[in-house]
């Protein structure tokens, strides 16, 4: 019982740090990105290449629109406008962006990141869509565990494991049928070239 309250705490005070960014309705919608078919979710994991360890997970959505589940991240663009963890307007462009921040020298780390395309009916990707934009706000260290628990409550993906580890659900996502997998990396992706964008943080630094 002890255990439990105390786990029952730490998740209360976990949560209570999560970070609420509203954007406008006005900047949602001149930000708003349709990629038009095929339906689709793309996992992106975060891999540290010094340890070996997750870092980070976020789900690509391209459902009515396209838009990145990025859970307590730290991805932020000015023609990206983010609602509670969704950012909008996700042209190609600025997927290569989200690319670029993630697979890359950092800090004295180097990353790359397995990305992992799922083709869905378009209802499924709307459920998702949805799910996404009615989660809200995800506190630090939450990323696997919010991603994965929003895909359970999703029909086809009943026996994805809830987890809190990134490389965990990634390895869960990719054995589901159909799922295309590649991994980018800072020689392959030629980070922060030629996508005309810039590198910035959420405290709006610029990272080189």
């Known amino acids: 019982m002890f255990r439990m309250l105390a786990a029952l705490a730490v998740s209360l005070l976990l949560s209570a740090c999560a970070e609420s960014i509203w954007a406008s309705d006005e900047e ?3 930000a708003t990105y349709v990629a ?33 589940f990025d859970p307590a991240g730290t991805f ?6 983010e609602r509670d963890d969704v950012h909008f307007g996700m042209s190609d462009r600025l997927v290569n962006f989200y690319l670029d ?15 992992q395309k799922l083709l869905l009916s378009p209802e499924v990707a709307e459920m998702i869509l949805q799910k996404a934009l009615q989660n809200g706000a995800v506190p630090k260290a939450h990323c696997a565990n919010s991603i994965s628990g929003l895909l359970r409550g999703v029909p086809g993906f009943e026996g994805l494991s ?15 049928p159909g799922v ?4 980018v990396t800072e020689e392959n992706d030629n980070p922060g070239e030629g996508h005309g964008v810039v590198l910035i943080n959420k405290k709006g630094d610029r990272v080189n």
């Open 162 to 176: 809830r987890t809190w580890f990134p490389k965990k659900l990634a390895a869960d996502f990719g054995k589901l």
């Open 101 to 115: 921040y993630h697979a890359r020298d950092g800090d004295g780390e180097q990353f790359h990141v397995i990305e």
């Open 180 to 183: 295309q997998e590649r991994i």
């Open 36 to 68: 038009g078919p095929p339906p689709a979710i793309t996992l992106f994991t975060t891999i540290n290449d010094r340890n070996g360890s997750g870092a980070h997970s976020a789900l690509l959505i391209n459902g009515s629109q396209r838009v990145l």
């Open 28 to 30: 949602i919608a001149r």
């Open 76 to 81: 932020s663009h000015p023609r990206s406008p």
